[in-house]
């Protein structure tokens, strides 16, 4: 049971617009916690895609983007492409554990 | 382009202790403005921090492992290890390490490629 939640899978077909929501509480997002978003393929490490709630690391495109609200976050892709199918997983960090990290379980993207 | 890169033991027989180290290239791993994490993933799960070091040597564990983690730095061979005991088969996964910036909550900005450790005897 991951102490972030997010959905199992969403999809989308090319060029459409995704969501991928993250919903914590208040001893972590709600907390004041940033939050950070990687994409992980299969058998490859897994890359920061989003930092700070917002922000794209250098090479990241801008179809990528993050926001934060309260308790939650969310990950919007935009102009969906083949490429972008990949696991999708929010981080942040836990007061009422001891400051530790957390992950959300995962989200499937789907390209239609 | 700094990169990590795990290695170790694939396969531990339940009880025993789980050796990882990750060994750091194009950068060095003294540097004060990051510590040194690994993060696991058993199969069909999700991700699940274990713990990191900063470059002073002071080290934060997941709660849930802290009985069973120890995690050092051998600033000589530019690496850091991982070593998890007393390992059942719910600690079968693979295990990651990856550099985060020594700050309130940083990400995990670089990550290794990973090595699978299968729990079995």
């Known amino acids: 049971q991951s102490v972030l939640t997010q959905p199992p899978s969403v999809s989308g077909a090319p060029g459409q617009r995704v969501t991928i929501s993250c919903t914590g509480s208040?001893?972590?997002?709600?907390?004041?916690?940033?939050v950070h978003w990687y994409q992980h393929l299969p058998g490859t490490a897994p890359k920061l895609l989003i930092y700070?709630?917002?922000i794209r690391p250098s090479g990241v495109p801008d179809r990528f983007s993050g926001s934060k609200s309260g308790t939650s976050a969310s990950l919007a892709i935009t102009g969906l492409q083949a490429e972008d199918e990949a696991d999708y997983y929010c981080?942040?960090?836990?007061?009422?554990?001891?400051?530790?990290?957390?992950f959300g379980g995962g989200t499937k993207l789907t390209v239609l | 382009q700094l990169q990590l890169q795990e290695s170790g033991s694939g396969l531990v027989k339940p009880l025993e202790t789980l050796s990882l180290t990750c060994a750091v290239s194009?950068?060095?791993?003294?540097?004060?403005?990051?510590?040194w994490s690994w993060i696991r993933q058993p199969p069909g799960e999700g991700l699940e921090w274990i713990g990191y070091?900063?470059?002073?040597?002071?080290?934060y564990y997941n709660p849930s492992l802290k009985s069973r983690v120890t995690i050092s730095v051998d600033r000589s061979k530019n690496q850091f290890s991982l070593k998890l005991s007393s390992v059942t088969a719910a600690d079968t996964a693979v295990y990651y390490c990856?550099?985060?910036?020594?700050?309130?909550?940083?990400?995990?900005?670089?990550w290794g490629q990973g090595t699978m450790v299968t729990v079995s005897s």
């Open positions: 990856a550099r985060r910036y020594s700050a309130y909550g940083a990400p995990f900005d670089i």
């Open positions: 194009g950068g060095s791993i003294s540097s004060g403005a990051y510590s």
């Open positions: 070091i900063y470059h002073s040597g002071t080290t």
């Open positions: 208040s001893s972590n997002i709600g907390a004041g916690y940033d």
């Open positions: 700070g709630n917002n």
């Open positions: 981080q942040s960090y836990d007061s009422s554990l001891s400051g530790s990290g957390v």
